[in-house]
């Protein structure tokens, strides 16, 4: 078999991993308005689940003094975040994963921040409430996680850009 057989037999065998969103970069502002939201402290590790550039887990180590982890599904992603957080003095504060948000390890995580879409969001419920620690807090850009579940706190403003914002927010109890 050629090796271009081989790799096409692959390729239809093994699942490609599928986005829980398209990469679009959440404004500065509405990462400050999510971290305060979480009410992020030093002793909390934010782990952003689609990092996308990884500017949410820097944030938090540079305003906070958190830990950060990214992950995302994409390797161009995770080399930009990392090469981000490089730029902004904050490579030995956070790091970026190269994995699927369905599967990856959320032991360490005290705040999950999301930009995803609702259906991704309503796969990931399950996850997060049963994998996440009591006090553990979620803050979701946009989307919430369905009507049977509804936010402990929800913040609707305008950001710089003039666009609607809408954040949630779950404390696990």
């Known amino acids: ?28 502002d509405v990462v400050d308005r999510m971290l305060d939201l979480a ?14 550039d990884g500017r949410i887990p820097i944030r938090a180590a540079q305003k906070y003094g958190a830990r950060g982890i990214g992950v995302d599904i994409d390797p ?7 090469a981000n957080a490089r730029a902004a003095g904050m490579a030995d504060r956070v790091e970026f994963r190269l994995e699927d948000a369905l599967t990856t390890d959320l032991s360490r995580a005290t705040v999950v921040t999301l930009y995803l879409l609702s259906s991704s969001n309503a796969k990931l419920r399950p996850i997060l409430t049963s994998k996440l620690k009591p006090g553990s807090r979620i803050v979701s850009h946009a989307f919430s996680m369905g009507p049977d579940w509804p936010a402990d706190q929800i913040d609707h403003f305008t950001s710089a850009n003039g666009d609607e914002v809408t954040l949630y927010l779950w404390v696990l109890r």
């Open 39 to 52: 009410k992020v402290t030093r002793d909390d590790v934010v782990m952003d689940l689609g990092c996308g």
């Open 1 to 28: 078999m050629f090796p271009w057989a081989i790799l096409l037999s692959l390729a239809v065998l093994v699942p490609a991993r599928q986005s829980l969103a398209p990469f679009h970069a959440t404004p500065a």
């Open 76 to 82: 161009q992603l995770i080399e930009q975040s990392k």
